[in-house]
C-alpha cells in the first residue's frame, strides 16, 4: 500500500483535480478561495450539529456541482477519515457524561461520541469544500488569486516556484529510485535502508541547491528584479456576485442557527 | 502529524495561527528576492520527502524532515513550510484550512530551533561529527514537533489529553529513522558538497 501511496501522490505537478468542467470553473478564482475560506470559518466554528450537517450536505451539493471524481474525491476524504475513526473510538472514553456503555470498568459518554462525531463532520466538510472549489483550479491560479486578495508577494511566489519545481524534483526522485531498484534495493525495516534513503536524501538536497543556482543564473540572465508579472486578469462576472449572494446567505444561515442554538 | 479541522479550540487557532504569522513575516524579511528559487525548490524537496514511506514492520512511517531543512533555511522555514503544507491541504487533503497555522506553526518552530542548537555542530570538519549534529536536529525537531502537537491537543480540552499522552510514544519510531536518515544525509553532504552546508544559504 505504501508503494501505490508512494507512486501516485509523486506525480502531482500542480494540475487541478480531474473533474469535468463545469459552471464552477467559470467562477473567478478569488471568489472560489474567499468562499471557501469563510466556509471552514463558519463551519469549524460551529457548535449546533444541525448547523454542521447543513454544512456537509451543502458541501455535497457543491462537490455535485463541480463534476469531481466522485469515487477519487470520496478516497481522499476516506483516507482522512481511517485517521479519525481512532478519535471516535477514544474520545466517548476520555469525555465525562452521561453513560452509553460500559468497557473493561471503563465508561463511554454520549457526550465523547457527539463531540468525536462533530470533529469528523466538521473536517469532512470543510475538505469536501475545499476540493470542489479551489483544487479544482490549477495551484498556479490560486497562486494568482492569492496574489490578487494581497497575499504578500514574496509568499506567493514562492508557493509558484514550489508547484514549478515540484514536478522537477520529484523527478529527480524518481529517477534516483529507478537507479537503485536497478541495483536491487528494496526497502526494509533495517540500517541499509536508512542510510541509503539518507544518501539518496542528501544527494537530493545537493542537487536542488545545485538546480537553483542555475535558476537564479538564468533569472538573473533574462534581468529578474524582483518582480513577477500577473498575466491573468480577474474580473467579477454577475454569475460571481450570484454565487457570493447564494453563499453569503448560506453562511449567514448557518450563523443563525448556531446563535439560536446557543441562546436555548 | 497533521491535526484536522474542528479538533482544537478557537484560542489554540487563534494563538497558533498569530504566533505562525510572526513567524512567517521573520522569515519572509530574511529572505532575498534572489533566495527565491532556493527555497522554493527545498520547499519542493520537504514536500517529496513526506512522501517517502519507509516500511516498519508491518507499517510504515513517512519522512518528515523539518530539522534538515530548518538547518539549511533557519526562520525561512516558515514560509517554505507553510506553502507545502497549504498545498497539501487544498489538493490533498493533509491537515486542515484553519489548523494550518498551528499545523505550520508546530513544524516549523522546532526546525527554527534546530537551527540555532546545530549551528556551530553541523559546520564542524569531521564528517561525522557533523553527520552527529546532523542526526541530532533531524531527532530533535520530531521530539519538539510531537510535543508541540501533544499541548496543542492537551490545552484544546480535557477529552484530548489521553490522545496527547499518546503522540509522544507513537512519533519515537519516527524519531529513530529520522536520526538515521539525517545521520547519512549531512555525512553524504560533508563529503560531496560540504560548501552546501559550510556557507550559510541564507544570509
Known amino acids: 500500500m505504501s508503494q501505490g501511496l508512494e507512486h501516485s501522490l509523486t506525480s502531482w505537478s500542480g494540475q487541478a483535480l480531474k473533474h469535468q468542467s463545469s459552471w464552477i470553473d467559470e467562477l473567478d478564482a478569488r471568489v472560489r478561495v474567499v468562499c471557501a475560506a469563510l466556509f471552514a470559518l463558519v463551519v469549524v466554528s460551529s457548535v449546533s450539529f444541525v448547523a454542521v450537517l447543513l454544512g456537509l450536505s451543502f458541501a455535497f451539493f457543491v462537490v455535485k456541482a463541480s463534476k469531481l471524481n466522485i469515487k477519487r474525491t470520496l478516497r481522499r476524504v476516506v483516507a482522512m477519515d481511517l485517521f479519525m475513526l481512532t478519535l471516535i473510538c477514544v474520545l466517548p472514553f476520555t469525555t465525562p457524561g452521561d453513560t452509553m456503555f460500559t468497557l473493561f470498568g471503563l465508561s463511554a459518554s454520549w457526550q465523547g461520541l457527539t463531540h468525536a462525531l462533530l470533529i469528523t463532520l466538521k473536517a469532512n466538510a470543510v475538505l469536501l469544500v475545499l476540493f470542489s472549489l479551489v483544487a479544482t483550479m490549477s495551484a498556479s491560479t490560486f497562486g494568482h488569486a492569492l496574489a490578487h486578495l494581497k497575499v504578500p508577494d514574496k509568499l506567493v511566489h514562492l508557493l509558484l516556484f514550489l508547484v514549478r519545481y515540484l514536478d522537477v524534483i520529484s523527478q529527480e526522485y524518481k529517477k534516483m529510485r529507478r537507479a537503485m531498484q536497478a541495483r536491487a534495493f528494496v526497502m526494509g525495516t533495517n540500517f541499509h535502508t536508512w542510510k541509503s534513503i539518507g544518501y539518496l536524501f542528501g544527494m537530493l538536497l545537493i542537487r536542488s541547491i545545485e538546480r537553483a543556482e542555475r535558476i537564479l543564473g538564468a533569472m538573473k540572465c533574462r534581468g529578474f528584479c524582483g518582480r513577477f508579472y500577473l498575466n491573468d486578469e480577474m474580473k467579477i462576472t454577475p454569475l460571481d456576485r450570484r454565487f457570493s449572494a447564494f453563499f453569503s446567505c448560506f453562511l449567514i444561515l448557518l450563523i443563525g442557527i448556531n446563535v439560536d442554538d446557543l441562546l436555548q | ?203
Open chain 2, 1 to 203: 502529524m497533521h491535526i484536522v479541522d474542528g479538533a482544537l479550540s478557537a484560542p489554540v487557532l487563534a494563538g497558533g495561527a498569530l504566533l505562525a504569522i510572526v513567524g512567517i513575516f521573520i522569515g519572509l524579511k530574511k529572505m532575498d528576492y534572489d533566495q527565491l528559487p532556493l527555497v522554493g525548490v527545498l520547499a519542493s524537496v520537504f514536500f517529496i520527502a513526506s512522501y517517502i514511506h519507509l516500511p516498519l514492520g508491518f507499517s510504515s512511517v513517512h519522512l518528515i524532515m523539518n530539522g534538515l531543512l530548518g538547518i539549511l533555511l533557519g526562520w525561512v522555514a516558515f514560509p517554505a513550510l507553510l506553502v507545502a503544507l497549504l498545498l497539501q491541504v487544498i489538493f490533498f487533503g493533509f491537515g486542515g484550512l484553519l489548523v494550518l497555522g498551528v499545523n505550520t506553526l508546530n513544524i516549523a518552530l522546532p526546525a527554527v530551533f534546530m537551527y540555532y542548537l546545530c549551528y556551530r555542530g553541523i559546520r564542524h570538519d569531521s564528517a561525522k561529527v557533523a553527520a552527529i549534529w546532523g542526526a541530532i536536529g533531524g531527532a530533535g525537531a520530531i521530539v519538539i514537533t510531537s510535543i508541540m502537537v501533544a499541548f496543542s491537543l492537551a490545552l484544546s480540552g480535557e477529552s484530548f489529553v489521553l490522545a496527547a499522552k499518546a503522540v509522544l510514544p507513537a512519533h519515537i519510531p519516527i524519531m529513530v529513522v529520522e536520526a538515521f536518515v539525517s545521520y547519512s544525509a549531512v555525512y553524504l553532504i560533508h563529503s560531496v558538497k560540504p560548501d552546501a552546508i559550510h556557507r550559510d544559504l541564507i544570509s
